[in-house]
């Protein structure tokens, strides 16, 4: 009989603490944190410094005005925030369905008050 030690990381929604569950895997097969962060990035988590949030539990900000919110991501899209970054981004799919609100760090979000303005600054760049 041999043993190995390993190192296993696990990551945790910081507002429910859900475990983060790679599609189809009872746990993700990772080998370092950073590959951890970025499986559960592409999965529709918030990964940002010390805080990661589930697609349940997004925070997002407005990058104009400074309203906050918590919310599922579908619900985000649904009541009108959108990316506040220039140019189109690729739509990101959570379960069965295509999103096109994105996360990564220092892009930012506009509120559903704020939208219409970041969409006439990308009209006028393009």
Request: glycine share 4%.
């Given at each position: 009989m041999s043993f190995r030690k390993s190192t296993r990381y696990t990551l945790k929604c910081d507002t429910c603490r859900q475990p983060y569950r790679q599609e189809g895997?009872?746990?993700?097969?990772?080998?370092?944190?950073?590959?951890?962060l970025d499986r559960a990035t592409a999965?529709?988590?918030q990964t940002s410094g010390?805080?990661?949030y589930c697609p349940e539990h997004w925070h997002v900000t407005c990058r104009k005005c400074g309203q906050s919110a918590v919310a599922p991501l579908n619900r985000l899209?649904?009541?009108?925030?959108?990316?506040?970054?220039p140019g189109p981004?690729?739509?990101?799919?959570?379960?069965?369905?295509?999103?096109?609100l994105t996360y990564a760090p220092g892009w930012g979000?506009?509120?559903p008050q704020?939208?219409?303005?970041?969409?006439?600054m990308d009209k006028e760049k393009h």
């Open positions: 895997a009872a746990r993700p097969a990772v080998d370092t944190k950073q590959s951890l999965d529709d988590w010390d805080h990661q899209e649904q009541a009108g925030w959108v990316n506040a970054v981004l690729s739509a990101r799919k959570y379960g069965d369905v295509r999103h096109d979000f506009a509120c704020c939208a219409p303005w970041y969409e006439q």
